[in-house]
């Protein structure tokens, strides 16, 4: 089950292909991503610290994963508002994980909690919160995987 | 003196900030770039396949938005702050207003304000009207005053 929804995630949503991102784990509410470390991903070539743009997107995907696993029906989710803190920098080299909470659903609203971290979620990178807009317009991804699998 | 030093300097004399997009790795794969436009600093991104985060509709993934209003948002306080300092991000907080349609986006940035360790910039992106923002930020930056440390850590 986790690798078809995970085939679901980056077959059907290009970008997250592009960025090689991996759904790793996920539960009720939950899901984990694994963003790996490339250095056409980096923000300044000095330091080859990740560009804050990928930790965006990261967070962004795995927020968007969260809701899907709190309706467990292929509803099309849109990103309303995120907020993210940057903590500190991520560390060059190392594979970013980030692990989003959807904690409140509403018939039109889910409400999200996300962390990128490297090893431990209680030491973050950077921090969101935000809001997504459910049932929109288009198909879901696990829709998608449905009607072709 | 670093390239990247250099080519800051160079962006700020010249308003061209293509070849400082290009030296950062990401800006350069996501086809980010700025310049300047009767005067404004103006962020593109290019539109490419890879960008898109919903194949059906099809529509621009919210994260490669987020990254070109936050990339705008640098390149405009790297134009006119007294840093020459990367800034860092302390928090950037997005409102999505429309989907992205698969067409290059453009964003502009104005510093609202500019303190001595923090800029607060609000940055707007649009495709084809810009009377029809697609998605808005503010992006609060730390900084360091110019004199302590310098884009090549020095």
């Known amino acids: 089950m986790l690798a078809r929804i995970a085939e679901a995630f980056t077959q059907y949503v290009p970008h997250n292909r592009a960025l090689d991102l991996r759904l790793e784990d996920f539960a009720d509410g939950m899901a984990l991503f694994r963003l790996p470390y490339a250095d056409h991903l980096v923000g300044n070539p000095e330091t080859g610290v990740l560009h804050g743009g990928v930790i965006t997107t990261l967070l962004d995907a795995t927020a968007g994963a969260s809701v899907f696993m709190k309706t467990w029906k292929p ?16 560390t060059p080299k190392r594979d970013v994980l980030a692990k989003a909470s959807c904690y409140k659903l ?24 935000g809001t997504f807009m459910v049932s929109t317009k288009g198909r879901s991804v696990v829709e998608q995987a449905g009607s072709t699998g | 003196m670093s390239e990247l030093y250099e080519k800051l300097l160079a962006a700020r004399e010249s308003g061209d900030f293509g070849a400082l997009a290009d030296a950062i790795p990401y800006a350069k794969w996501l086809g980010i770039s700025a310049e300047l436009r009767d005067g404004e ?3 593109t991104l290019r539109f490419d396949d890879k960008l898109i985060g919903n194949a059906s509709l099809p529509a621009l993934h919210g994260g490669t938005l987020g990254a070109l209003l936050e990339s705008t948002a640098i390149f405009q306080v790297l134009y006119e702050a007294e840093t020459l300092a990367l800034p860092k991000t302390i928090t950037i907080t997005v409102d999505y207003l429309r989907s992205g349609r698969p067409v290059d986006t453009y964003a502009r940035g104005i510093v609202t304000r500019h303190g ?35 884009v090549d850590g020095s």
Do not use: C, M
Not at chain 1, 75 to 83: F, G
Not at chain 1, 108 to 126: K, T, W
């Open chain 1, 75 to 90: 509803v099309p989710v849109a990103t309303l508002d995120l907020r993210i803190d940057y903590l500190k920098p991520a």
């Open chain 2, 116 to 150: 001595r360790r923090v800029v607060n910039v609000r940055v707007e992106a649009w495709q084809e009207d810009r009377a029809r923002p697609i998605a808005t930020a503010v992006v609060h930056f730390l900084i360091e005053p110019i004199g302590k440390t310098r």
């Open chain 1, 106 to 129: 509403t018939r039109s609203v889910a409400f999200i909690r996300a962390v990128a971290y490297h090893d431990d979620e209680n030491d973050p990178i950077a921090s969101a919160a």
């Open chain 2, 41 to 43: 600093l103006i962020g």
